[in-house]
């Protein structure tokens, strides 16, 4: 059968002539031009030993797929090592992805009826209902709507913001991650967008995070009040995990972008001067 080297290739050495007979170059006899220079430099000055010394390499002695081995051009037996022992970073992600996917799966009891705890699922659904964008800028903007101080108006306007820009920013990571929902996990969801079939971040989780932090600061509660309101933040993300909506990693990065999302709230805040100003167009 005819080689494509073999076009190029008029000498027993290998060496390329244009235009010049044509001839079959041995696969166990590899070209001059694709020898790496430095393997012929470190190994001696005859390029035959050096030939001979890179047949030995580990990646021939390994049979991985080059009859040629090293001095076919496939670079020198190091430069395989590196490339083929994966970086400590990839082990580590990997490890941390399938501890991730086994405990999700090992916690995802209420996924559906029949499962463990299938009878907590509608106690799960109704903490996943408090959690959702809904009931949540309905109730702010009912709150806004209603508020007869300025302060009031400040606050629940603010919160409105946070909402709509957590609905934003958590899209748009969506789109970007692409992160399957867990196979587990039932599509049973009212009122979703198109990129809640992916699931990183949790919106939930991000949503609980921000407006916990945002209650905290902006409303005046007893001790109680605000243990419960911590409390609500975490049965929030647990619920997602013990529904098959989310991997556990989905649900600690929601939380976490939930947090510094409330920064981003407190940096962009309206004041009443803006808001009056607002008004005024509106009006
Ligand atoms: C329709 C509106 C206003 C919000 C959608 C809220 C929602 C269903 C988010 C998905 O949350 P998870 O990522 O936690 O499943």
Redesign the pocket.
Known sequence: MHSPKAKNTGRRDGSPVLGGSFEFVPLTKPVNRSSPRHLLQRQGSDPTTARLRASESPLRRRGSGSSTGSASGQGPPEEDGIRLNPSLIGISLSSLLAIDLWLSKRLSVCACEDSSWGSVRPLMKLI?VS????PW?AGAAYSLYKSDTAAGQEVMLNLLVGLLLD?IL?GIV?AVVRRR?PAHNQMD?????SV?R??F???????AAMCGRFLLAHLVLAAPLRVLVLLWVGLVGLS?VLLG??NVT?VLF?FWMGYCQYNLVEILWFSPQTLQGLLGHLA
Request: avoid cysteine.
């Open positions: 996943e959690g959702h964008g809904i800028l609905l958590v969506k929902r969801m009212f009122a979703t967008f809640d992916y699931s971040p949790s919106g939930h989780a991000t949503r997602r909506r989310h989905d929601g």
